[in-house]
Each structure stands twice: as C-alpha cells, then as structure tokens.
C-alpha cells in the first residue's frame, strides 16, 4: 500500500507531530469530555477526517459525545454498526468500505471508511473513538497503532 502523504508530510510524520501535541493538552483534572473535545479537535484538524469523534458508554448503550463534523447518529446499540462491534468485541475495528460491513449505520452517506479506537480504564470501556472518511480504505493499521496511543493518553 502507497503512503498516504497529507499537506506534505506522511501519515506517520502527522501522527508523530500530533500526539505530544495532544499529550500536551489532556488535563486529567477535568472531566474527560474535556479531553475528548480536545482530542477530536486536534485529530480533525490534523487530518481533515470526514468526521472525528467519541461515543460515551451509557448503560447498554454508546451516546454522542464530542465530534467535530457534520450531523451524527446520537446513540448506538451493543454490538450494531462499527462503534458497537468495536465496543462489543474490544479491540480496534478498521474498515475499509463501510458499504461492505454487515450491519453498518449509515449517518452520513458520505462515510466511506471507518476506525473505531475503545477508550479503556480499568480494563472497562467507557467510550469509542470514531473516525470517518469520505474516502475508501482511508485508514490502516498506522491509523490503529497511533490512534490507539491517543485514546490511551485519556487513561493516564
């Protein structure tokens, strides 16, 4: 697969200026939607995603959280569309034509791709990270490793 280069400088190269970036501003002495607010804005701007953003784990349920882009979905079911399989089976979910998952949500039919990251603490998941493309097979397994080095920066 070719490197995607963005603004001139690899994904890599991106994620790599990015995370101290984010390590930088996450405040653990605030609520952690402050920290996904940021995060989402720092990873949107960053990348130009489609749409960048958390679901929070309520009960039986994955409910809105902070995002940055168009009109979303406000709640998710255990285990439906690609945030509830990425809740449901715990691990990092990739895909590279959302058209082709079973059982995809489709908020936005702009959406051609998607990462979905779980936020863990306490070895419970209390959130996802969603991130969309308008382009297929926007996202690979850099995408997941540095993603998940994100999203592991709300457990500190």
Known sequence: MEELIIN???KQEKYASVLPQIQAVMDNSVDIVANMANMAAMLHETFGFWWTGFYRVVGNELVLGPFQGPLACTRIGFGRGVCGTAWK????????????FPGHIACS?????EIVV???QNDDIVAVLDIDSDRRAAFDHTDAEFLERAVALLQA
């Open 8 to 10: 001139g400088n690899s």
């Open 109 to 113: 039919s702009a959406s051609k791709s």
């Open 118 to 120: 779980p936020v863990f």
């Open 89 to 100: 089976e715990r691990r990092t979910v990739v895909v590279e034509d959302v058209e082709q």
